[in-house]
């Protein structure tokens, strides 16, 4: 079974700094998806980050981005220029490209940005 | 185009009752994600139902359970309520190509178990 690690309980950053969320995953498969979610206040998930594993190429999305080293089972997720509006719980998500596809959820990174 | 939407958004109950919870996917998909966030905990899949039938589901006891509508709405029932059911039940709708699909999920419904 698939397994997704955040060493990371809780991050704090400053405004308009730079912060990296780590997540780690065991898989035996070859091809899957990897994902990283945002839950603020309200609860609500919120998609932040998609990353297929036969790309090579990190994803980017605006001030978002990944650092996905397949071998060695590691997808961070480094956001830029940190805004209030960033302060959630950041999930990080695994899922097979087969089967059932639902998503494997590690346990979570509080992050709070400091004005 | 709405997306997922989940009813109640609250819900207290007393040990020993049912619980039922709803959701509707996006307009137009089929399948349905049912994730349990306990307090504290990541979240953990529940069910997926797919075209009204349930294809799978996670490490959960059978008093857990639902069903999928012809309109692809769903249910999610818990019976027997024990304290630790308290958590958010979120449900999720995949979208795009079925092995390329990312899930988006809907505002949850909050289960607090007396």
């Known amino acids: 079974a698939q397994t997704v690690t955040q060493s990371q309980p809780e991050m704090s950053v400053q405004e308009a700094e730079t912060v990296t969320l780590s997540c780690t995953y065991d898989?035996?498969?070859?091809?899957?998806?990897l994902f990283w979610y945002k839950q603020p206040p309200s609860r609500q998930m919120i998609l932040v980050i998609r990353q297929e594993a036969y790309k090579q190429q990190n994803a980017t999305e605006n001030r978002f981005s990944v650092n996905f080293q397949k071998a060695a089972k590691s997808f961070s997720l480094k956001i830029s220029d940190s805004q209030l509006g960033d302060a959630a719980m950041y999930f990080c998500?695994?899922?097979?490209?087969?089967?059932?596809?639902?998503?494997?959820f590690g346990q979570g990174t509080r992050l709070t940005i400091n004005p | 185009e709405a997306g997922v939407t989940q009813s109640p958004t609250h819900l207290i109950k007393t040990r020993g009752q049912q619980a039922t919870l709803r959701c509707s996917p996006i307009s137009g998909h089929t399948s349905v994600y049912w994730y349990q966030q306990a307090l504290g905990l990541g979240l953990q899949f529940l069910l997926w139902y797919d075209e009204g039938e349930e294809r799978n589901r996670g490490n959960f006891p059978p008093r857990f359970s639902g069903r999928q509508f012809p309109n692809y709405s769903s249910e999610l029932n818990v019976n027997a309520l024990e304290l630790e059911d308290s958590a958010l039940y979120l449900c999720a709708t995949p979208r795009g190509l079925a092995a390329l699909s990312t899930q988006y999920f809907g505002p949850g419904t909050r289960l607090t178990v007396l």
């Open positions: 998500a695994y899922r097979s490209a087969e089967g059932a596809q639902k998503l494997v």
């Open positions: 898989t035996s498969e070859s091809d899957y998806y």
